[in-house]
């Protein structure tokens, strides 16, 4: 291997822990019956957790510097629980062995294949990391972010503008709550009137419970497909930073173009988001002798 390749491999766990799929898979399955929903959560805490000190699971640290008190993910980042409960099960099969990063890349994955979407081999080897970093949570790509600006965050971490417009593609499936997106109901041109004054009901500016959800993309809450291209070209598109990508000044320039391409072609937006999950999953992982593998994901050995 060359220094700039990845240390990551399909194969990683063939020896030491050949059934981590397959346990992962069985208690993911339990975990959807439960809440559909969950698959969108454990996709977004991947992306959470790859583009905060790279895919090292720190997102999945309790402690007072921890990343899940950090604005985007308070109140808001879910399926702690289940990545728990899988990781038990995965030690129960091979105890000290698969990393907690690991665990959470298989899941991601899973979350979009049972969901409907593309499937791929992940890359693994990944090790955890020993300290979470609450600081660079709070600088995460943000729904009020302009998309330079997301492009920018991408950028930094080696993602380019194709990225941004797969990856944003993973909001074909899940919600978002009214706080994040009732700013722009009364305001925003580029929102289809009808959407926006439902949301008004579902949100009403005083008095509402700013936790109430609403699918991100509409009329295709649970089903991972290329549906949610078709909504913002249609200004159905929930968070500003959504419809922005189609409809936006910055957006025109940059995302656009592909926008209208995923809308029209499934097996493009699938083939461009595994090739972006790839590169995400890719973002400075600890490989080697670096970090550890956790043994309780909440906490560092």
């Not at 070209?233 to 968070?239: C, D, F, H």
């Amino acid at each position: 291997m060359g220094v700039c390749r990845s240390q990551l491999s399909t194969n990683f766990y063939a020896n030491s822990c050949p059934g981590v799929f397959r346990v992962v898979r069985r208690q993911l399955l339990c975990a959807f019956e439960n809440d559909t929903r969950m698959a969108a959560s454990l996709l977004r805490l991947h992306f959470h957790d790859c583009f905060v000190n790279g895919c090292d699971g720190s997102v999945l640290l309790d402690g007072s510097n921890s990343e899940k008190l950090a604005g985007p993910n308070r109140n808001s980042a879910r399926g702690f629980d289940v990545i728990d409960t899988i990781k038990t099960a995965v030690e129960n099969a091979c105890n000290a062995t698969v990393s907690c990063a690991d665990v959470l890349t298989i899941a991601a994955r899973d979350s979009v294949y049972l969901s409907g979407g593309p499937y791929w081999s992940v890359l693994l080897g990944r090790r955890d990391g020993l300290v979470a970093n609450q600081t660079g949570a709070n600088n995460l790509p943000s729904p009020f972010d302009s998309i330079d600006t997301i492009i920018g965050k991408f950028a930094a971490v080696g993602l380019n503008t194709t990225d941004v417009v797969s990856l944003s593609g993973g909001h074909t499936i899940g919600r978002a709550r009214c706080v994040t997106f009732s700013g722009r109901l009364s305001v925003d041109p580029t929102l289809d009137p009808s959407m926006a004054a439902e949301l008004q009901v579902l949100c009403p500016q005083s008095g509402g419970d700013g936790n109430a959800t609403a699918p991100l993309d509409r009329n295709s809450t649970y089903a991972f497909d290329n549906h949610y291209f078709k909504n913002l070209v249609e200004q159905k598109g929930l968070l500003s930073s959504d419809q922005g990508l189609f409809s936006s000044d910055e957006g025109e320039a940059a995302t656009k173009a592909l926008v209208q391409a995923y809308s029209n072609s499934s097996s493009l937006f699938f083939r461009d988001f595994v090739n972006s999950m790839i590169k995400m999953g890719n973002i400075s992982p600890l490989t080697a002798s670096a970090g550890e593998i956790r043994r309780n994901c909440r906490v560092v050995n």
